[in-house]
């Protein structure tokens, strides 16, 4: 009897207070007062960025300049031109020619200046070669928070010629480079060769490798 008392006296109680609840959020006229809900929106800033762009031009030409590590014979400076035709987004071909001139081997070094392997016109070094370049990596440089650029790393394969010592020796190409887009129109390029041809000039039959490092400007037309 005691448990059904204090069920009933409990009961009443929260009959009470909802009933008090309902009236304190009823206006005088009526109406019911609804709590608007809060939506907390996140403080995110949009950043804006300026990427260059590439205009549908195919072909690109421009110079180079950079060192040439010449087997046997030392490591001087390089010049030279190049053209590009971009057949795809991932594939291009690549037409370079380079001029250098080769310094003395050391066995020359050693004898002093009365032995000498090659005449001076004889040291002239120049190569030209066709490329295949496969954009490996195509992305972009950050360089500040609002300036980026496109850029894409490559790598490049093909055949060439190279005129040395008096002689022409066909030349086998690898390498890669790295080019960063200023503009629409202008790019900005780092290239690793490795010009490979096989000689007897020292009395041994060998391949050599003769590693280029350069650096260039070329135009879009």
Known sequence: MA???QQLFLIGLLTLTAQQVWSEENSNDGSVAINPIKIVEPDVKTRKAEEAQIDNEVFEAGFFVGMISIEDFGTHPLYGVKASFHATEDFFLQANYGMSEAGKTSYETINGSGVNILTDSDRDYSYYDVLVGYNLFPGETFVTRSLTFNS??????????TTFAGDEQFTMVVGTGYRIILSDWLTWNLDYRDHMFETELLGNKKQTHNIEFATGLTVFF
Do not use: I
Not at 152 to 161: D, E, K, P, Q, W
């Open 152 to 161: 894409a790393f490559y790598l490049v394969a093909g055949v060439g010629n």
């Open 3 to 5: 448990n059904r008392l």
